[in-house]
């Protein structure tokens, strides 16, 4: 059973989540794992902890961390912390299978490949630029040259690429623009719905 739970780190917000999660396993007979269970701490005196501890015996952990390959983090992300997903992009793309596809066949790849990203990493954090820079200099040499980074310098620049067809592009989503715009979706949900516990 996963279960994220955000709330105040007093004693009596962890009592009314401690009693949410008896009454989700009386309704639903779904016991959480003690041994797998965690919590973590920001800005908490230890007194205040061993008196939380005392009410979920979870074990602690601190940040940082990785949740379905995305780093949980209580800082902006860097471009260090963005180097396991250059390398997955790279990995993906650079398969030896992946030199064989057509033309057509590379241009779906780099648009699966940036879904992908864009249903994680760009709808959680806002890329480094230098990260993004990296990730469209992978794309654009797969594209022209097979990953080929020694081959011709393109003849159109990535930029242009990512324009819709109509406008004379390939119709790719440039990456920082659909960031922006993912996380634009948050803004909207903190004013929208500001009685909700995420916000």
């Known amino acids: 059973m996963t279960l994220w739970s955000f709330c105040n780190g007093d004693v009596q917000s962890i009592s009314v989540v401690k ?10 007979g779904l016991f959480p794992n003690l041994k797998k269970s965690t919590i973590f701490f920001g800005s908490i005196n230890d007194q205040v902890k061993q008196e939380i501890l005392k009410i979920v015996a979870f074990s602690i952990r601190k940040l940082p961390m990785r949740y379905l390959g995305v780093p949980l983090l209580a800082k902006c992300l860097s471009v260090n912390d963005c180097r396991q997903l250059i390398d997955k992009v790279k990995e993906r793309i650079g398969d030896w299978k992946n030199k064989f596809l057509s033309y057509a066949g590379r241009l779906q790849l780099i648009s699966s490949v940036l879904a992908s990203m864009q249903n994680y990493w760009a709808s959680v954090y806002l890329i480094p630029k230098t990260a993004v820079k990296e990730i469209d200099k992978v794309m654009n040499n797969f594209l022209r040259s097979h990953g080929d980074s020694n081959g011709r310098k393109a003849k159109i620049a990535w930029k242009v690429v990512c324009r819709p067809k109509d406008q004379g592009g390939l119709g790719i989503k440039p990456l920082r623009e659909w960031n922006e715009v993912l996380l634009m979706k948050h803004i909207w949900k903190i004013m929208e719905q500001k009685q909700n516990l995420w916000v």
Not at 19 to 28: A, G, I, P, T
């Open 19 to 28: 009693k949410s999660l008896n009454e989700l396993s009386r309704v639903s």
